[in-house]
């Protein structure tokens, strides 16, 4: 048993210092490692598999709102990126750029894809005539490369995987009502898949998405009370399909643009996982997108009958991820790479045990302990997988509502800022100068008007002029 | 019903010209669209749902066998490239190369992955350290991109879509024992999803992959009797492990080179389900690889009860992939379409059907029909989509039988290559000059040495020299 001599290794703790506690806990549950290629990582496979689990279950959500996949090509040409003016100047600061193919230079550069706006309105040009054609609601799942100079794993890389949607209507309202729709899948998934707490609402112009009328997003607070824009829909009304030329002949037969809405969702799902879940021992993972849901630890496993026990409950948990741990390494080992891996339930079972048909059942959330009857195993697992389920949400909102602070004037808002890390609610004359300064006084960000507004106040926090809408103010990553 | 003015239009004949027929069946079965990209195409959602049918039960496939998935990074700095000779040689020519990053020029310039071996054994050599850390069984699903320069849907394009598996091993009986069993997976995906029955064998020295010891093949025959590689399995031995030093301490506490594998398939697939099944009324898919297996295609529509009873008809169906055609084209419009698009069976049912409790069935593969007694759908439905699968997979075994000969002299061997399109088995002395000479003279080269050997003569086709080996021939996409 040569592995008992190094035990798992010590994460920094998260009070000490949550940055490096995150980059432990990413390290030391092996779901990533860094490369040779600068910004970029290797997702391992104890990460890739929850995002396989987030992938099949947002996809099965997708299609149930009609959503097809397509693929488009990874390269965009420099001509095509240029055509919408707000967007190639959002992007084009941080594209990398293709220049030769083989041995030749190419006759005109291309950019890997930051977005594929540009592409799927070229495709939607060739593809779009008539009101018959549409909606088209289509998306894709593939891998996108934006030049961050400064990266971290999950949260912020060169490289990162996700979905973008792409839809072209016929009406305003259409394309309105899709975009707020998949933005309520979004908040819906994070809820109930993620257990992760979500604030809906409208981003501010100076926030909003390069080339797009309106920017929804869903915003949740990370352990440290720093938010994470968790997801977003954009609203692009008719600008794209005018730079690009997508009409359709009405059934009126007149000539109209198309109305359209992107939406998209990222492997920085996993770092919000991360840091709403997480505890000094490692990852905490909500069943629903835990790999492995039940690992089973023989207690005393070279005893006759240990093993075997073991292997049989597995059998009968089928209908469950389960795995059973029968290396040489020792229980206690076990648990804590159980624990780091964030496996929301551990089973453990010994010779007196078995002889009293019982197990130990321990709750990787809160640690609780349970002794059960063996004979109901299944419905034990079965309950106690959904009751983590619930309270893992349950704890986050709790965590987010104990982070989240109101300000009605500028000295308290500032001091919130700087002091107590959360979201604040402050009200917001709309203009962009206001949020500039707040930046520089606070580097906080507006993070959203939220579409349950509250009036708090009737004057802006910053200026004093008449204010409208109530915003979350917060530092991000 | 305007629609009914243009009628599906017609597809060339595939005895008129093979390439034509098959670029209009790709375009309007919908499978893809050309793009602004030269060389890159849009997989539309007809396209993209045979490819996530093939994703899924071929990753299914892969994890029983032990499989874990993760996600390299899509560029290869220069450098990292390099480090093995063979490799490099064989890509460089013709991958995409990265030089900017945003508004600056980059160090090292980097190429878009034309596959992942470097990455992977550039990540192995960080992650393997003892024999306890062995075997490494890691697959992804991703882009690649080779800078062709003659590209044809699905077939050969700049960019597409595909897996590959890449592995690391203590010995080099474990790395073959491997590269033999994903041959295995992939003969038998193909045999039994795709119903296309394979050739598996060795590629010749002169076929291999750039860097392999030896490649793995399995080889299908298209209708027009041309040969496509669909799928191969490296054995690298320990070459790659010396170039990027990925080493081990043993049991016997001695350090040793890791031996590794690679295999891949790809979108090319797709290219083949046409090639093999297609006719000429459109594709014919597959059930297993359908997105749609039934069409229900109601007749006389606007008769009451006939739409409710067809939407009965799918909600009985649930268990299968069911499309209810309720769009306002003629019923000879959408059986069109149905055939077009290669939909397995059709299912028609007007008021006289539904009157007599009937329905008719028709095979999209042969076109056969039967009337049913509507009680016993269910079962109808499933055996008539299991016969089809295996129907599909006998009818393609008899066209490459019927297209294999057998060649003892070089004038019989050269005249069937010329005259007759199929594969021609032939003894080879082992030597690359022989193969030349043969591409030269026919444009046809080694397809592979098959597993099942026949010694239908002693001397080579070419040269005459004493031969062991018998070899498929045959001109390939």
Redesign the interface.
């Known amino acids: 048993m040569a592995d008992d001599k190094k035990l798992v290794e010590a994460i920094t703790s998260m009070d000490v210092d949550f940055a490096q506690w995150y980059t432990d806990v990413v390290k030391k549950a092996e779901l990533i490692?860094y490369?040779?290629?600068k910004g970029?990582?290797?997702?391992?496979?104890a990460g890739?598999?929850i995002?396989?689990l987030i992938q099949s279950q947002l996809d099965a959500r997708f299609k149930e709102t009609g959503v097809?996949?397509?693929?488009?090509?990874?390269?965009?040409?420099e001509s095509?990126l240029q055509k919408e003016k707000d967007h190639v100047e959002g992007f084009a600061?941080?594209?990398?750029?293709?220049?030769?193919?083989?041995?030749e230079p190419l006759q005109e550069r291309?950019c890997?894809r930051p977005t594929s706006e540009t592409?799927f309105c070229?495709?939607y040009a060739?593809?779009i005539h008539s009101y018959r054609d549409l909606p088209k609601v289509?998306n894709q799942w593939?891998?996108v490369?934006r030049?961050e100079k400064t990266t971290r794993p999950f949260l912020r890389s060169?490289?990162f995987?996700w979905q973008e949607g792409h839809t072209a209507h016929a009406t305003a309202e259409d394309a309105e009502a899709r975009t707020i729709q998949m933005l309520n899948v979004y908040a819906d998934f994070l809820e109930n898949v993620l257990a992760i707490p979500v604030i809906k609402g409208q981003k501010t112009d100076k926030e909003k998405f390069a080339g797009a009328v309106a920017t929804y997003t869903i915003e949740a607070l990370m352990h440290d009370g720093k938010a994470l824009q968790s997801g977003t829909s954009h609203n692009f009304g008719d600008g794209f399909a005018k730079a690009f030329g997508i009409q359709y002949t009405s059934k009126e037969n007149k000539l109209e643009y198309v109305h359209q809405t992107s939406w998209g969702m990222t492997t920085r799902l996993i770092g919000a996982i991360i840091m709403v879940h997480g505890d000094n021992s490692g990852l905490v993972l909500p069943p629903r997108v835990a790999p492995v849901q039940v690992a089973i630890i023989p207690i005393q496993q070279k005893k006759e009958g240990v093993l075997d026990k073991a292997y049989e409950l597995k059998e009968r948990l089928k209908g469950f991820r389960v795995k059973v741990d029968d290396t040489d390494k020792s229980p206690g080992w076990k648990f804590s790479e159980q624990e780091m891996r964030g496996i929301p339930v551990r089973i453990e079972i010994g010779p007196r045990d078995i002889e009293a048909n019982k197990a130990i059942l321990v709750r990787r959330d809160n640690g609780e302990k349970k002794e059960i009857n063996l004979d109901n195993l299944e419905t034990e697992i079965a309950t106690l997988l959904d009751t983590i389920q619930v309270e893992m949400l349950e704890r986050a909102r709790a965590h987010r509502e104990e982070h989240t602070y109101t300000a009605t004037d500028y000295a308290t808002f500032l001091d919130i800022l700087d002091n107590k890390p959360g979201f604040v609610k402050a009200m917001w004359c709309g203009e962009r100068a206001c949020e500039d300064k707040i930046k520089e006084d606070a580097q906080a960000t507006s993070r959203c008007m939220p579409f349950e507004q509250e009036k708090i106040a009737n004057t802006c926090i910053c200026c004093g002029k008449p204010a409208e809408k109530m915003v979350y103010w917060g530092k991000a990553y």
Request: net charge negative; charged share 20%; aromatic share 16%.
């Open positions: 490692d490369t040779s290629v970029c990582m290797v997702i391992k496979p890739y598999a995002w396989e097809e996949n397509v693929y488009l090509p990874m390269f965009i040409p095509l600061p941080e594209v990398a750029w293709v220049t030769h193919g083989g041995l291309m890997v592409l070229d495709f060739n593809e289509y593939c891998s490369v030049w060169r490289e995987l």
